[in-house]
């Protein structure tokens, strides 16, 4: 499976790194060529983002890593100076900006210090995302139900949750909601590793979630629905 991965990938990939410790810079690197040396080529590493500028222009990369904490400076800026196609990786010590992390549409957060579970998990998740661009798939943009014996699209953007009703399902949108004669299960296969099953009862898109605690979830929209046990966990692999 891996290594179909990896020939899905077009070439390999250049990165810049923006950390304004050198021992976070160094620590970037060595992960990303430790565990992900087959997929990498070139890498550039600087402390601020008017240097980010610059290497991003000469290197044209494929990813961003960058710290939260910049001196004077949020990582997250660098995103002004990106066209929509590239993505940004937080790479933090602090867990607390991860929420707002997510809202700003980041590929992943990070935790430093880096370690090789999480290098792994984010590993399968970068060759995922590659492979859905190369294929180019509108499948990924789209769910197509069944609702009252009419085929719904439903722009998968659109979805704020979703919620299990015995044998079918209840999706939520922005503009009003359908029922679905499938089940959350049947539903979790077709969805962006985005949408995480935080409760028997519940699908939720990442980008969808406002806050949450150990039992609940509050959404963008004030809806609170259920957090299980497992749920929370699936959810701290991102936040």
């Known amino acids: 499976m891996g290594v179909k991965e990896i020939y899905m990938l077009p070439h390999k990939l250049n990165a810049v790194i923006i950390d304004d410790e050198l021992s976070g810079r160094t620590m970037i690197e060595f992960y990303l060529k430790e565990f992900m040396g087959d997929i990498f080529e070139n890498f550039v590493a600087v402390s601020n983002i008017k240097d980010a500028e610059k290497a991003i222009y000469d290197l044209k990369p494929h990813i961003i890593f960058s710290d939260y904490e ?50 792994l998990r984010f590993k399968k998740r970068l060759l995922k995302r590659f492979e859905l661009n190369s294929e180019n798939d509108s499948d990924n943009s789209t769910l197509i139900i069944k609702d009252g014996g009419q085929n719904i699209i439903i722009p998968i953007n659109d979805i704020s949750y979703m919620e299990a009703c015995g044998a079918y399902s209840k999706i939520f949108t922005k503009y009003k909601s359908h029922i679905a004669s499938k089940t959350l299960k049947s539903f979790e296969t077709q969805l962006p590793e985005e949408f995480i099953r935080v409760h028997r009862s519940y699908i939720v898109p990442l980008q969808q979630i406002q806050s949450f605690n150990s039992k609940t979830i509050c ?20 936040f």
């Open 219 to 238: 959404l963008k929209n004030g809806q609170i629905i259920g957090l299980s046990k497992t749920g929370k966990k699936l959810l701290q692999q991102f």
């Open 70 to 119: 910049l001196r004077g400076e949020n990582g997250l800026m660098i995103q002004n100076h990106l066209d929509d196609n590239i993505p940004v990786v937080v790479v933090s010590a602090h867990s607390q900006y991860a929420v707002e992390a997510i809202h700003s549409n980041v590929l992943d957060y990070l935790l430093k210090p880096l370690n090789e579970s999480e290098m």
